[in-house]
């Protein structure tokens, strides 16, 4: 089984930068789909970003177009989220999850790591 464990939150002021890492343990190569989605104060779980086991394909919610980048090291199982630009309303807190039953969605039944918290204030 896998374990996903979220790195790299913390508190910047707006226009600041994160970046933010996932890495897996349990494999020394994760075939896997990985997405980050965030959940802020009061609101439901929302996709962010994800990308392909081989960096081929990823994808991106609007909102953070431009801003953040999702890059992904195999060799490492470990997955980042490069955050600039950041705004106030990217507060919340960040999860990772690995397409697990390679679905194309992610639900309780993918990995899914416990969180970190990214603040960004005005």
């Known amino acids: 089984q896998v374990q996903l464990v979220e790195s790299g939150g913390g508190l910047v002021q707006a226009g600041g930068s994160l970046r933010l890492s996932c890495t897996a343990s349990g494999l020394t190569f994760n075939p896997y789909t990985m997405g980050w989605f965030r959940q802020a104060p009061g609101k439901e779980r929302e996709f962010v970003a994800h990308?392909?086991?081989?960096?081929?394909?990823?994808h991106y919610v609007d909102s953070v177009k431009g801003r953040f980048t999702i890059s992904r090291d195999n060799a490492k199982n470990t997955v980042y989220l490069q955050m600039n630009s950041l705004k106030p309303e990217d507060t919340a807190v960040y999860y990772c999850a690995a397409d697990k039953d390679y679905s194309g969605t992610y639900s309780p039944d993918d990995y899914w790591g416990r969180g970190t918290q990214v603040t960004v204030s005005s």
């Open positions: 990308i392909t086991w081989n960096s081929a394909g990823t």
